[in-house]
């Protein structure tokens, strides 16, 4: 199976500013996703990071406040812009290696509090 | 707006014993069926998928998939304290993303 880092582990951080957050994967991987789990919620998609061309969102979710790239096949970033209290969750990295959606594995996580 | 209900609990049970986790999805055309283990302050691993109706075993675990009652499930036996966790039903449909329910807090008490 894959093996997922990302940075920061954790941040907190105040509102108005951003937050770029890591995600490293050891091997190619075919698709990545970034994921928003808020305390208390099951995990939410904010978009399927596209190597090499512009993010697909989900509803509710736009690239102004969370610009994503992916410039291989191993790495992406999620920026958090002009945070606000809300923004405060756990927000997960998931790649898929295979073809089948059942190789999915996520990483750490990266905790994120905005005061 | 695909939906995955879930059972938020805490399901309680004692060691030795069967838990049964249950999930409804609103999308009758899903086609795949997970079920995640997220341990509290860790990040979710996959314990089992299932395709098919019918029930799919692996060691201690069965998925239980019903297509025609949009209902999926999963059997947990000789419940161990380890298997305390929160577990998430996850469903694919159309576009090959995962929605997830809420998860229901599993409770193995010694």
């Known amino acids: 199976s894959a093996v997922i880092s990302q940075k920061p582990s954790r941040d907190i951080c105040q509102r108005g500013t951003s937050l770029t957050i890591q995600c490293q994967v050891d091997?190619?991987?075919?698709?990545m996703f970034w994921y928003r789990q808020q305390p208390g919620q099951s995990l939410t998609l904010i978009a399927t990071?596209?190597?090499?061309?512009?993010?697909?969102?989900e509803s509710g979710f736009v690239i102004d406040k969370f610009p994503i790239s992916r410039p291989n096949l191993t790495f992406s970033t999620l920026t958090v812009s002009n945070m606000s209290p809300e923004d405060s969750s756990i927000y997960l990295c998931?790649?898929?290696?295979?073809?089948?959606?059942?190789?999915?594995?996520f990483g750490p996580g990266t905790r994120l509090t905005v005061t | 707006q695909k939906e995955v209900e879930q059972n938020s609990g805490p399901l309680s049970v004692p060691e030795g014993a069967i838990a049964s986790l249950n999930c409804t999805y609103s999308?009758?055309?899903?086609?795949?069926f997970f079920w995640y283990r997220q341990y509290s302050g860790k990040s979710p691993e996959l314990i089992m998928f299932?395709?098919?109706?019918g029930d799919k075993e692996d060691g201690r675990f069965t998925a239980q998939l019903n297509k025609a009652s949009q209902y999926v499930s999963l059997l947990i036996r000789d419940s161990q304290p380890s298997d305390s966790a929160t577990y998430l039903c996850?469903?694919?449909?159309?576009?090959?993303?995962?929605?997830f329910g809420k998860g229901t807090m599993l409770l193995v008490s010694p």
């Open positions: 998931s790649v898929v290696s295979g073809n089948d959606l059942y190789e999915q594995y």
């Open positions: 091997s190619q991987v075919t698709m």
């Open positions: 990071a596209n190597q090499g061309s512009e993010a697909t969102y």
């Open positions: 999308d009758r055309g899903s086609q795949s």
């Open positions: 299932i395709y098919s109706n």
């Open positions: 996850a469903v694919v449909s159309g576009y090959s993303t995962l929605t």
